[in-house]
């Protein structure tokens, strides 16, 4: 079992940039792969990054690659979203997810990932 935690959630206008952090507790964070979602209203929820737990692969959407980058401290059991040149439809609830490896449907399935946070707002206005 693993809780997750997000933060750094907020308004920024476009072009800006925010910064959110999913902070772990329980089982060995190290030892899971971690995913970046978001939900924008009347829409389903939809993958945005995803990091592997070994190799530190990294995966993006191509509607932010260029733009977000994700990383991870296993030390500080923390999986950060840096998020530069924010756009109106970046804005969503952005969720945490934590995936036990290995991967079965792939790192941007959702249904592979156990475990979610309670997700963050993140409002980019024009």
């Known amino acids: 079992q693993v809780q997750l935690v997000e933060s750094g959630g907020g308004l920024v206008q476009a072009g800006g940039s925010l910064r959110l952090s999913c902070v772990a507790s329980g089982r060995t964070f190290s030892s899971y792969n971690m995913g970046w979602f978001r939900q924008a209203p009347e829409k389903a929820r939809e993958f945005v990054a995803a990091i592997t737990w070994r190799a530190g692969l990294t995966y993006y959407a191509d509607s932010v690659k260029g733009r977000f980058t994700i990383s991870r401290d296993n030390g500080k059991n923390t999986v950060f979203l840096q998020m530069n040149s924010l756009k109106p439809e970046d804005t969503a609830v952005y969720y945490c997810?934590?995936?036990?490896?290995?991967?079965?449907?792939?790192?941007?399935?959702?249904?592979?990932?156990?475990?979610w946070g309670q997700g963050t707002q993140v409002t980019v206005s024009s």
């Open positions: 997810a934590a995936e036990d490896p290995p991967y079965e449907l792939g790192p941007r399935n959702q249904n592979d990932y156990a475990y």
